[in-house]
């Protein structure tokens, strides 16, 4: 079975200061999508970014971008320049290419505090 | 709606009492999830939906659990014999289609809360 580890439960950082979001996965399959979602204390679950596992490019996103390591099965999320609006839990998720099991299998998250 | 719409926001219930949650995904999502999310527990996958089958409901805890799809739309994720351990935040997602990298997009949830 697939399963997603965050092994910072928490993590803070200054505001403008960068911080780096760790993710491992453990799969046997070679092709997969992984994922970074926030939730902010609205509840509500946004897509940060997004990242195919084929690619060897790293994805980016404005402020927010990956370090894709495939052979080491980790998918780190760096966030620059923080905000204050940036303060959330963060779920790193990961889902298999194809095959019929279409779930998100998603780590247990990491609350992020921005300090002023 | 713009979004993916669940209801009630927030439900207190006595023990032994069954719960109706309710999702109303975006227009045109033919896929559905349901998610449980327990304090500091992650999101829990329960089941999902392509069109109104299930292909997936291994995530249910247990035969108290059931959710149905009707019409390609609204779903309802059903507790019975509601126990302390079933409150939780349970979330919604729908996507435009089932697997690849398409987006999720969640609902707020519906906060339960077994007394």
Known sequence: AQTVTQSQPEMSVQEAETVTLSCTYDTSESDYYLFWYKQPPSRQMILVIRQEAYKQQNATENRFSVNFQKAAKSFSLKISDSQLGDAAMYFCAYRIVGGSNYKLTFGKGTLLTVNP | ?115
């Not at chain 2, 299930?54 to 014999?81: H, N, W, Y």
């Open chain 2, 1 to 115: 709606g713009a979004g993916v719409s669940q209801s009630p926001s927030n439900k207190v219930t006595e023990k032994g009492k069954d719960v109706e949650l309710r999702c109303d995904p975006i227009s045109g999502h033919t896929a559905l999830y349901w998610y449980r999310q327990s304090l500091g527990q992650g999101l829990e996958f329960l089941i999902y939906f392509q069109g109104n089958s299930a292909p997936d409901k291994s995530g249910l805890p247990s035969d108290r659990f059931s959710a149905e799809r009707t019409g390609g739309s609204v779903s309802t994720l059903t507790i019975q014999r509601t126990q302390q351990e079933d409150s939780a935040v349970y979330l919604c997602a729908s996507s435009l289609q089932a697997g690849g990298p398409g987006e999720l997009f969640f609902g707020e949830g519906s906060r339960l809360t077994v007394l």
